[in-house]
């Protein structure tokens, strides 16, 4: 059973920094992805970042230059550093992570914590 365990959500002012992790468990030869999604109030899921397993990263482009995403393959963790807030910002973030079986991808998401941008 996959589990995704975050922390690292809170109220931060506009300018501000957080920095988001998620630790999976649960597999045995790991994640081939795994990212970030976010959903503010009254809008749809949307992708913020994910990073592959050979290290290719991508990003929204409204956040590329403020956040970094970035994985410890060895102990199966994924983390989120936000720089330069703002009130856009503002929504639930929620780790996912995608194994392989066969050629079928499997999709895990964690709870999601909630990220608060505001003076």
């Known amino acids: 059973q996959v589990q995704l365990v975050e922390s690292g959500g809170g109220l931060v002012q506009p300018g501000g920094s957080l920095r988001l992790s998620c630790a999976g468990a649960?597999?045995?030869?790991?994640?081939?992805?795994m990212g970030w999604h976010r959903q503010a109030p009254g809008k749809q899921r949307e992708l913020v970042a994910y990073?592959?397993?050979?290290?290719?990263?991508n990003y929204k482009d409204s956040v590329k230059g403020r956040f970094t995403i970035s994985r410890n393959n060895a102990e199966n963790t994924v983390y989120l550093q936000m720089t330069s807030l703002n009130p856009e910002d503002t929504a639930v973030y929620y780790c996912?992570?995608?194994?392989?079986?066969?050629?079928?991808?499997?999709?895990?998401w964690g709870q999601g914590p909630q990220v608060t941008v505001s003076s």
């Open positions: 996912y992570a995608e194994t392989k079986l066969g050629e079928v991808t499997l999709k895990y």
């Open positions: 649960g597999t045995i030869f790991g994640f081939v992805a």
């Open positions: 990073t592959r397993k050979g290290g290719f990263t």
